[in-house]
């Protein structure tokens, strides 16, 4: 009785706190960058082609996974757009964004060019590139980005 009684609670943890986790993105950016911080309303910017450049003059290059519900909830309220609005916008930025299918991609895409900004799940993360802080903040903090 004592054994099941454990994995009764065993199970109950794994399965209510593994998915708070499962949504949990990260800005990374290469190594090269300058940039430890960004301030969510300056990421904001960058995501809509309002800031093209980074403050050392590379071109800002936006890199995002093609099917990733968690990148689209939390592009969409970090921007305040629908998902119609998020997807007409993205589809209209050929030259400012650019799309892969895995985060394995977005990693060696980031870590390629120097202007590349990226979201990646945190589990993909790897030292190949950089996390930046948003609003003072770290992956899996509260507060670090907009989502579910």
């Given at each position: 009785?004592?054994?099941?009684?454990?994995?009764?609670?065993?199970?109950?943890?794994?399965?209510?706190?593994i998915?708070?986790?499962?949504?949990?993105?990260?800005?990374?950016?290469?190594k090269e960058n300058k940039a430890e911080s960004i301030?969510?309303?300056n990421l904001s910017k960058m995501l809509k082609a309002e800031t093209k450049?980074?403050?050392?003059?590379k071109n800002v290059l936006i890199v995002l996974q093609r099917h990733?519900?968690?990148q689209s909830v939390t592009l969409e309220r970090l921007n305040k757009m629908s998902a119609a609005a998020l997807k007409a916008f993205l589809d209209s930025h050929p030259d400012s964004v650019q799309f892969a299918d895995t985060d394995v991609e977005i990693l060696k895409i980031v870590e390629s060019l120097p202007g590349a900004i990226g979201l990646v799940d945190v589990r993909s993360i790897d030292d190949k590139v950089k996390v930046l802080k948003v609003d003072g903040k770290l992956p899996l903090e509260e507060g670090y980005l907009p989502h579910d």
């Open positions: 009785m004592k054994k099941t009684s454990a994995l009764g609670v065993f199970l109950f943890t794994v399965f209510a706190f998915p708070c986790y499962a949504h949990h993105l990260a800005v990374v950016v290469a301030t969510s309303a450049k980074w403050p050392d003059g990733s519900h968690a």
